[in-house]
């Protein structure tokens, strides 16, 4: 096999499979890409056998074949080269990069080994807006669990719903402590067929934002289901992600959803509440990490006590919505990343009552997010 092609064409699809590809070591081919050239192009492919990633480029083929690459090491070398043209040639177990003066030999693993990524024939794709799958995806991952065990947890739960006629895609996290929806009017998303929604693992989730991000100016990707993979084309790359949905039942969250009016409510300027949060923050640490508010007529009072280092408090302007002051307690941290994601100057906090989920939500109407209190 022998190409030569531009650099920075290729530095860019490499790099796109460096959040994919294994780093445990378990099967070494993983850790790989597959380049394989024929047709006037070359494909880069990479699967962990849960995420996988295509791309392709134009490129001067002399001859066609395929070899693999351990990827990181090859994108280090490719993305220092100064030169703008390169040449590759593969061959007897090895690859060899030869730039101007510079001449490298990668070792490769047989091409026969590397794992089939699945293609999204037959399909159904549709076309959805960038901007705001984008705006979902930032908005409900942060919440996702952390924890291996909770393997229901790990991923966002994508579903459709029907409200008035229109057809809305819906996007929920959790982690137990807290849970976050964003949802947006998407009539193309009735063609796809999502069943009582998919759960989609999170290393996809941030591989797809990173993506979506990187190509901010195109206006629309194509996203389709079928055989238990969520697939997402861009037309203007060729640039193929499939994703193996995660066979695991996502929890009933609207039982946890408050249907009553709230007992409480309160209205924060939401840069003032988050600057407040984030200096008392300074003072915590993973043993002390709540925030306690003190909720009285016209104000909130937050404090927080770290024996181990001090104490802080802030008083924040707010419209108040009760009956009598109200003290709750916070992981600083889950409130903060809840004002992160909500749009807008002003935020919203409704009580329900003891023992309950605290509401946070901003103007827009498409997202809201609950947060458990501390016990104090």
């Known amino acids: 096999m022998q190409i030569t092609v531009k650099r920075e064409t290729l530095v860019k699809n490499v790099q796109s499979t460096l959040g994919i ?8 081919i993983l850790a790989h890409c ?3 050239a ?4 070359i494909s880069i492919s990479a699967t962990d056998l849960e995420v996988s990633y295509r791309g392709s480029l134009e490129a001067e083929v002399k001859e066609e074949g395929a070899f693999t690459v351990q990827a990181h090491t090859f994108a280090s070398v490719l993305k220092t080269l100064p030169e703008a043209t390169l040449t590759l040639n593969a061959g007897n177990g ?22 089939l990524v699945p293609e999204p024939d037959e399909a159904v794709m549709v076309s959805i807006e960038s901007k705001p799958l984008l705006e979902m995806i930032e908005q409900t991952a942060f919440s996702v669990s952390a924890d291996h065990y909770n393997y229901f947890l790990s991923g966002i739960f994508w579903e459709k719903l029907e409200y008035d006629g229109e057809t809305y895609l819906r996007l929920v996290s959790t982690d137990g402590h807290r849970l976050s929806v964003s949802e947006r009017p998407m009539p193309e998303v009735a063609r796809l067929d999502l069943g009582g929604g998919i759960l989609v693992p999170i290393k ?13 100016k195109e206006a629309t990707v194509l996203v389709g289901v079928k055989d238990k993979a969520l697939h997402l084309l861009a037309r203007w790359s060729g640039e193929h992600f499939s994703v193996r949905l995660v066979e695991k039942r996502f929890p009933d969250y609207r039982r946890i959803i408050p249907q009553q009016q ?20 300074l003072l915590s640490n993973e043993r002390f990490k ?3 508010f003190d909720l009285e007529l016209s104000h909130a009072f937050l404090s927080h006590e ?6 802080g408090k802030e008083a924040v302007q707010a419209v108040f919505h009760a009956d009598q002051p109200l003290k709750l307690g916070f992981n600083a941290r889950y409130v903060l990343d809840a004002l992160d994601a909500i749009k807008g100057d002003e935020v919203a906090m409704d009580v329900m009552g003891p023992g309950r989920p605290v509401r946070f939500w901003g103007d827009d109407g498409n997202s809201f997010f609950l947060v458990m209190p501390m016990t104090l």
């Open 21 to 28: 590809v294994d780093k445990r070591g378990v099967m070494p």
């Open 34 to 36: 597959l380049v394989k």
């Open 38 to 41: 024929e047709n006037g192009q």
């Open 94 to 115: 090895h690859v060899t990069l030869e730039a101007g003066e510079s001449r490298y030999k990668f070792n490769t693993i047989d091409p026969d080994q590397f794992p």
């Open 204 to 216: 996809a989730v941030v591989e797809i934002a990173r993506f979506l991000k990187e190509n901010a």
């Open 262 to 281: 709230h007992e409480h409510g309160f209205i924060f300027n939401r840069q003032e509440l988050a600057g407040a949060l984030k200096r008392l923050s």
């Open 290 to 292: 709540g925030v306690v």
């Open 306 to 311: 770290n024996p181990e280092v001090g104490q």
